[in-house]
């Protein structure tokens, strides 16, 4: 990835402190945004050595998801279902051997956080509402709403967070759903694509 360094600072320095945290802008759910995430890295150099970048469909992710990672599970426990998902796996997402299959294939980061840019709050608050079901997420805004009342109450009502400028209005509201799903790994390789070739911008100021 190469950096751009013309644009300035994504002002949400307190969210993206944790040194392991990157930034990427892409463009994913028709919106361009800055997504910050947390990278896997073991698990993305294994990916490289078997040749694997990514692996979107959701139906082989929803039957990959039920199997124990790093575990042989026997041939004889799988159901016609999840026989026919695994003989479609790409290399590097299993180990079929005559014992059974283990899965090998992880999530290659965590979504943590989407910034999305807006001259209006609406519009930015219309974005941000795609990635609700992935990560927290953060509008940015060049300048301070003339109806600031209204936008803080908008913002705050569905938990996004919201910057003016350098000052922010309402912090993002952490994200709440950890749980592992099917439409959310697809997400997380979905962006890991994204972030081979996408440009990372200026990075935040980190905490000492």
Not at 49 to 57: D, E, I, M, W
Not at 60 to 65: A, F, N, T
């Amino acid at each position: 990835m190469t950096a751009t360094g013309s644009r300035a600072a994504i002002p949400a320095a307190p969210i993206l402190s944790e040194p392991e945290r990157r930034l990427a802008r892409v463009r994913m759910r028709g919106v361009e945004v800055t997504m910050a995430y947390v990278p896997d890295e073991a698990e993305q150099r294994r990916r490289a050595a078997a040749g694997l970048t990514g692996v979107t469909r959701v139906d082989l992710l929803d039957v990959l998801l039920g199997l124990p990672a790093d575990a042989t599970v026997p041939w004889r426990a799988l159901s016609a279902r999840e026989l026919h998902a695994v003989r479609e796996l790409p290399p590097g997402c299993a180990d079929l051997s005559p014992a059974g299959v283990v899965r090998l294939l992880r999530r290659p980061l965590r979504a943590e956080l989407a910034i999305v840019r807006a001259a209006s709050w609406r519009t930015g608050l219309d974005h941000a509402g795609r990635f609700g079901a992935y990560c927290a997420r953060l509008v940015a805004l060049p300048g301070v709403p003339a109806d600031l009342g209204e936008a803080r109450a908008e913002a705050d009502y569905w938990g996004v967070g919201l910057v003016a400028g350098t000052e922010v209005i309402v912090p993002p509201e952490p994200f709440r759903g950890r749980a592992h799903t099917p439409a959310g790994w697809a997400f997380g390789e979905e962006l890991h694509l994204r972030t081979l070739t996408a440009a990372v911008p200026e990075q935040p100021p980190r905490r000492s």
